[in-house]
């Protein structure tokens, strides 16, 4: 299982930092993968906070699916979490992964399960 957090426009925060913890802590899976992407770098403006959010998570869901069968790993969910405007690359990650998906995967397994969390999320676009 997946799980990639995408902070506000400010970057990691104590806050994120805080949920990627409880959210490792509480995976019932030893082979759960939780981190944070901090997409700071690849923000414009705050005007095209929410536009380059979306390219972020478009382009963060391109890659996992490209390589899903590289990592040799039984993915069964993917669960993307935007704070903020990060829930545009949030958003736009699990449209993607949802999009590239069919039933199964080539080799026969399941298409994971995508899940999407929005926390306090900024709705306004430039």
């Known amino acids: 299982d997946i799980t990639i957090v995408f902070p506000g ?5 104590l806050l994120s930092d805080e949920l990627e913890d409880a959210l490792c802590r509480s995976s019932a899976s030893d082979d759960a993968f939780v981190t944070t992407f901090d997409w700071q770098e690849h923000r ?20 996992l699916w490209e390589n899903m069968s590289s990592i040799n790993a039984d ?21 993607e992964i949802c999009r590239r998906r069919g039933p199964a995967q080539r080799d026969g397994t399941p298409a994971p399960y995508v899940r999407l969390t929005l926390l306090a999320p900024f709705t306004s676009r430039g």
């Not at 403006?45 to 478009?58: C, I, K, N, P």
């Open 75 to 95: 993915i069964r969910s993917v669960h993307c979490v935007g704070i903020s405007v990060g829930a545009f690359a949030a958003n736009a990650m699990a449209m």
């Open 9 to 13: 426009a400010g970057g990691r925060d």
């Open 44 to 63: 414009g403006t705050v005007l095209t906070a929410a536009y380059d959010s979306e390219a972020v998570g478009e382009t963060v869901a391109q890659c």
